[in-house]
């Protein structure tokens, strides 16, 4: 019987241990987090955390969805509950995380980070706690040294168009810390015209962009020069949360009534607001080929279902599910017309429904292009999937219906400093899967290409696929 969480975790043959040790150890191989939500205010003034119920619980809903699950009182998740009352409620559910992820992401941090091997539990909550908080109490433990001790050689935020990117540019001036720190545009807020919240953010936005924005000409034009404001910063990713990727065909001149009926306080048809964010979205997407940015669109998620959670707690709290109304079909029409006027730029697919794990994968090998190596990329399992058994079946598709070797790897999706071992996490899986296939004979024991496939999903491809330098 193996020990649980030791140097072979989740490695269970011989050739497994062997790529791992030697190709993709995140201590060896560095680490690119091209998709993250840490605030990246939090890197430049290398904020400290009072104790690892901070870092761990501060504000990390798949902690808090399986503590509700489990029955535990809000006042313990997210209440006036002491930092230890909170961490103590956790640790009392981790027993019961059996086959969870946050039961192996969890103890690989606490072995990690804080050199910490005993299995956590109500029975060792507080002697964990306080040998985790001798750690975090040195002088040395911060927001950078996480960063450096995790290996990562660059990171992308998450950032709104309107945003100054002030950290930013403070963080690329800065010689003491030389981990790049790169900001993404994620412009939802100017396509959910269907928000009540939309209006007031679009004068928002157009302050940040010096443009009246009194019609659909001048919405472009101020994204337009925030994509220039955030190029200059060293921007090579966009990012979109849709609740999925629908096709309603827009000319100017209808998308400029629809913005212009939105700005006067109008009530737009369900046809209107699809149009609008198709209109828009391609505009984006033309937008980011000629800067040769990366589009990446997460979809299939449901927010906020529980409408008491939502008045008690707000948003981005732990009522999120993904949903089953995703359409193959107008995904593949919005990428054809895209494809048609010379405007797909290099795209990454996510559903949050595993159901589409093979439209996806089989989509990606009909836009391709000569000279780019897997010019749309299936990303990483995603959220509901990051799991053992999500992120195998999404590497076995992409191998069996795509190209393995072009995958461009894992990233965190988080907005904690410890959650870098999910690139571990998934480095593990994707050896053990080859490796397994190595000694079943399905694949030759060459250990030039192994190597190479390993270390390019790892590592390579992405720096390759963003152009990133590092």
């Known amino acids: 019987m193996k020990r649980f969480n030791d140097e072979t975790f989740m490695l269970n043959n011989d050739t497994a241990v062997r790529l791992y040790n030697n190709y993709a150890s995140i201590r060896k191989v560095p680490i690119i987090d091209y998709h993250c939500h840490i605030p990246v205010e939090e890197i430049r003034f290398n904020k400290r955390f009072r104790n690892i119920t901070e870092i761990w619980l501060g504000a990390d809903h798949y902690k808090w969805r399986q503590m509700r699950v489990c029955g535990i009182n809000e006042r313990y998740i997210t209440g006036d509950a002491s930092d230890y009352e ?41 002697n964990i706690y306080d040998r ?97 404001h955030f190029e200059r910063c060293g921007c090579k990713i966009s990012d979109h949360g849709l609740y999925d990727v629908r096709y309603m065909p827009c000319d100017d001149a209808a998308a400029d009534r629809i913005c212009r009926e939105a700005l006067a306080g109008g009530t737009l048809s369900d046809e209107d607001v699809t149009a609008f964010k198709t209109w828009l979205l391609e505009f984006l997407a033309g937008e980011y080929e000629k800067k040769n940015w990366v589009m990446q669109l997460h979809y299939g998620v449901t927010r906020s279902i529980n409408t008491k959670a939502l008045e008690a707690l707000g948003a981005n709290t732990g009522f999120d599910v993904m949903h089953n109304d995703t359409r193959a079909t ?13 405007d797909l ?3 990454i697919l996510y559903s949050l429904n595993p159901n589409d794990n093979a439209v996806i994968d089989c989509v ?68 053990n899967i080859i490796g397994e296939w190595v000694e079943l004979g399905m694949y030759p024991d060459d250990e030039d290409e192994l190597a190479a496939i390993i270390g390019d999903i790892s590592l390579n491809n992405a720096v390759r696929y963003f152009g990133f330098d590092i």
């Open 132 to 228: 985790a908080n001798t750690i975090i109490e040195r002088p040395d433990f911060n927001a950078r040294s996480m960063i450096k001790a995790s290996n990562v050689a660059l990171l992308c935020t998450t950032d709104d168009p309107a945003d100054t990117l002030e950290h930013h540019v403070a963080l690329a001036n800065d010689d003491t810390f030389d981990t790049k720190v790169l900001p993404a545009f994620r412009p939802d807020n100017a396509l959910d015209i269907e928000k009540a919240s939309w209006k007031s953010y679009i004068a928002k936005l157009g302050d940040a962009a010096g443009v009246d924005i009194n019609g659909a000409d001048a919405l472009k034009a101020a994204l337009g020069s925030r994509m220039d």
């Open 330 to 342: 107008e995904l593949i029409a919005f990428l054809d017309a895209l494809e048609k006027k010379g």
């Open 345 to 347: 730029p290099k795209t």
């Open 364 to 431: 990606i090998g009909a836009f391709a292009e000569e000279g780019i190596r897997g010019k749309l990329q299936h990303g990483s399992a995603w959220w509901f999937n990051d799991h053992l058994d999500g992120m195998t079946e999404q590497i076995k598709s992409y191998a069996a219906l795509s190209t393995l070797g072009n995958h461009i790897g894992m990233l965190t999706d988080s907005r904690s400093f410890l959650s870098y071992t999910r690139h571990d996490y998934f480095r593990r899986i994707l050896c």
């Open 86 to 126: 909170k961490f103590e409620a956790f640790a009392s559910i981790m027993p019961k995380l059996i086959g969870n992820p946050l039961y192996h992401w969890s103890h690989l941090e606490l072995a990690y980070y804080f050199d910490i091997h005993e299995p956590l539990s109500l029975k060792s909550a507080r």
